[in-house]
């Protein structure tokens, strides 16, 4: 029997409950490939990450520690808050960067930095590519969520690693409005996220920015905060003028969570992504 330290983290979360968890096991590096994917399976969450050494090409460019991202059914080359929970559980377990203060991660998309900063992580998101959309999925799509076509003021197909048909929405009220046909975007086999982004935030300080992501591919309905998706959207609305270069995003309030988004552009133009991390469950697991 092998006993792995593993921790359960609460990802872009203020408090207990209000993000997307994440299962973490450290020190894999001895788990075969099969056993990565029935435990991923056997945990039900959207992804579990699994932390080992660096590849020698990945510690020469740097990199701290590598991980692995699973969904139930797959793994995936790169994912938002597996990348941040991922960081916050090494961290936790007494990893130290080389570089203080930056973390860099690396995973099958290649290296990705990870920024401490007063309580925050943000990770660097990564390159992405974008495209127009296929006009009839679109159609599909705007009807399968419920949309009226006056509603959409943009619509950009965005790929980071996931692929998300993005649609930037004309209010705030139209996000969480949407009583989508999960039926039918299972079948059009999209990934959605649906987005109003604010230069402002309310009088009491939750974000007027708001997101929400339709997620078949991963096997859930809806997704309750999503990184991927607020890295890709940030790197097409900013340059455009549609978003400001900083602003916090709301997400999660239809699944009954809270969860928020940090999105910064420096002055190089880099986009971070970043919010808090809460480790929830912090124990050993067992491997035959």
């Known amino acids: 029997m092998t006993y792995l330290p593993f921790l359960?983290?609460?990802?872009?979360?203020?408090?207990?409950?209000?993000?997307?968890?994440?299962?973490?096991?450290?020190?894999?590096?001895?788990?075969?490939?099969?056993?990565?994917?029935?435990?991923?399976?056997?945990?039900?969450?959207?992804?579990?990450?699994?932390?080992?050494?660096?590849?020698?090409?990945?510690?020469?460019?740097?990199?701290?520690?590598r991980v692995r991202i699973f969904?139930?059914?797959?793994?995936?080359?790169?994912?938002?808050?597996?990348?941040?929970?991922?960081?916050?559980?090494?961290?936790?377990a007494g990893g130290q960067p080389r570089t203080p203060g930056c973390v860099v991660q690396e995973c099958g998309l290649g290296q990705v930095q990870i920024r401490q900063n007063e309580g925050l992580l943000a990770f660097a998101a990564p390159p992405m590519q974008q495209s127009e959309p296929n006009p009839a999925l679109l159609a599909l799509v705007t009807g399968a969520l419920g949309l009226r076509p006056q509603q959409i003021r943009a619509a950009r197909v965005l790929d980071n690693g996931p692929r998300w048909l993005a649609l930037l929405v004309d209010s705030r009220e139209a996000v969480l409005g949407l009583q989508p046909d999960h039926a039918r975007l299972h079948d059009l086999g999209q990934d959605v996220g649906v987005a109003y982004i604010a230069a402002d935030t309310s009088t009491d300080?939750?974000?007027?920015?708001?997101?929400?992501?339709?997620?078949?591919?991963?096997?859930?309905?809806?997704?309750?905060?999503?990184?991927?998706?607020?890295?890709?959207?940030?790197?097409?609305?900013?340059?455009?003028?549609?978003?400001?270069?900083?602003?916090?995003?709301?997400?999660?309030?239809?699944?009954?969570?809270?969860?928020?988004?940090h999105i910064h552009q420096d002055g190089d133009g880099q986009v971070w992504v970043g919010g808090r991390?809460?480790?929830?469950?912090?124990?050993?697991?067992?491997?035959?």
């Open 8 to 65: 359960q983290i609460d990802v872009f979360s203020e408090r207990h409950g209000d993000g997307n968890p994440l299962a973490v096991v450290l020190d894999a590096e001895n788990l075969p490939e099969r056993t990565l994917k029935r435990f991923a399976a056997w945990t039900n969450l959207s992804e579990t990450t699994f932390l080992l050494p660096p590849s020698e090409a990945g510690r020469a460019r740097g990199a701290d520690y």
């Open 71 to 92: 969904t139930p059914s797959g793994e995936l080359s790169f994912a938002g808050h597996p990348t941040l929970g991922s960081c916050h559980a090494w961290l936790q």
């Open 205 to 261: 300080g939750t974000p007027n920015s708001a997101i929400r992501a339709f997620s078949p591919s991963l096997g859930t309905s809806e997704d309750p905060v999503t990184g991927s998706l607020n890295a890709s959207l940030a790197q097409w609305l900013i340059p455009e003028n549609l978003a400001p270069a900083a602003y916090r995003v709301a997400q999660g309030e239809c699944r009954g969570r809270a969860g928020r988004v």
């Open 277 to 288: 991390c809460l480790t929830a469950i912090e124990g050993r697991v067992h491997f035959p």
